[in-house]
């Protein structure tokens, strides 16, 4: 036996010890496994396809179908969902931090130019209407219009301040503190703020009822408020930046201010206060329920209307083992946010820049 032939079976020993672990897992695949990394591959093909249809025909100018985000939005939770069914089943595939602050466990990384895309295209399809009014101060107007109201409704200055900066907070969830936007996913919600005609209604007719009180505290805003009202008379008061936050303000949140010196001692963490306000939003029933109970971070809800809301919201939404629950805690719905927490950090910092006066 030459030192040739030594060699040679060297080689060949360490070239079959380098592919056997690759041909071994590829061979552990079990049926779960294999499953799930189809589904997620069907769903990532399917995503890039409904981002370059939507793409061509805003390019080429062609109508587009009645809620033109809807089918970008379902194929993005598609795609969340069976990543996180195919961390589940193989641990392995949990890869690097993301820049969206997605939990890796629910997001592969790689795929973050696809998400740009696909905050572009909302972009273009929610742009504002050619008669919006916009304000020249959007983020200064939402906290001055909050904290005006925290303190008609009874609180001090300090306090009342809190209830600006969630506010804000509220600015970003909802359009990622962008004015007087439409809705690529609803032809009911718009606005700043995105409120249905009723809504709006509402909180209008709430207003009126606290005007005295405002312009006896602020004197300036409330002569700013005139004139914004006398400059959306006869519009959709909800493409009027300021009208809309004032008036969905005063129909979801004004009454919840008056609790702020509360929920900030039970949630001393500024982004579950504005989550908290945001579920007010999302689910107002169970919401000031639970606030009521006198315990609300164990407050348990159940109802399949109400989980579906969630869902329908990036709540519980994303994977097998989300969608199954059934019932869950404000605590861990709190916790389930985390698609939020980027908005509201981007909230928090915009709110370091305009503290109130």
Excluded: C
């Excluded at 370059?52 to 033109?68: F, G, H, S, T, V």
């Excluded at 961390?87 to 790689?110: H, L, Q, V, W």
């Excluded at 927490?341 to 370091?352: G, H, L, P």
Aim: proline fraction near 7%; glycine fraction near 4%.
């Amino acid at each position: 036996m030459g030192p040739r032939y030594l060699v040679a079976a060297t080689l060949t020993a360490v070239a079959l010890l380098m592919t056997a672990p690759a041909a071994g897992q590829q061979r552990a695949l079990t049926p779960r496994q294999s499953e799930a990394l189809a589904a997620y591959d069907r769903a990532l093909a399917d995503f890039k396809s409904v981002l370059a249809e939507r793409r061509r025909q805003i390019e080429a100018k062609q109508p587009l179908p009645n809620l033109p985000g809807q089918a970008l939005y379902l194929a993005r939770v598609a795609v969340i969902s069976t990543y996180k069914d195919l961390t589940d089943a193989m641990p392995s595939r949990i890869g690097r931090p993301n820049k969206f602050e997605i939990p890796p466990a629910y997001f592969d990384a790689d795929i973050e130019p696809l998400i740009d895309e696909y905050s572009n295209l909302f972009d273009v399809m929610e742009a504002p209407p050619a008669d919006a009014q916009n304000s020249a101060t959007p983020f200064r107007d939402v906290v001055d219009l909050a904290t005006v109201i925290a303190r008609a409704k009874g609180l001090a200055p300090e306090r009342a301040a809190a209830a600006g900066r969630i506010s804000l907070g509220l600015f970003f969830a909802e359009t990622n503190g962008k004015q007087n936007v439409r809705n690529g996913r609803s032809n009911t919600y718009m606005g700043s703020f995105q409120t249905g005609p009723s809504e709006d209604r509402n909180g209008h007719r709430k207003w009126e009822t606290i005007k005295n009180e405002v312009a006896a505290i602020d004197p300036s805003l409330s002569a700013r408020d005139d004139k914004e009202e006398a400059r959306a008379r006869g519009t959709d008061h909800r493409f009027n930046h300021w009208t809309n936050v004032r008036d969905a303000l005063m129909n979801a949140h004004a009454d919840v201010f008056r609790e702020i010196p509360a929920i900030v001692k039970t949630l001393p963490d500024p982004i579950d206060q504005m989550k908290l306000f945001e579920l007010i939003q999302i689910v107002p029933t169970p919401t000031r329920a639970a606030l009521k109970s006198g315990d609300l971070l164990n407050y348990r809800v159940s109802s399949p209307t109400i989980m579906k809301h969630l869902r329908n919201n990036s709540i519980f939404a994303f994977g097998q083992a989300d969608r199954a629950r059934t019932s869950a805690s404000f605590r861990e719905i709190l916790g389930a946010m985390w698609l939020f927490n980027r908005k509201f950090e981007k909230a928090m910092a915009k709110y370091a820049e305009i503290k109130p006066r």
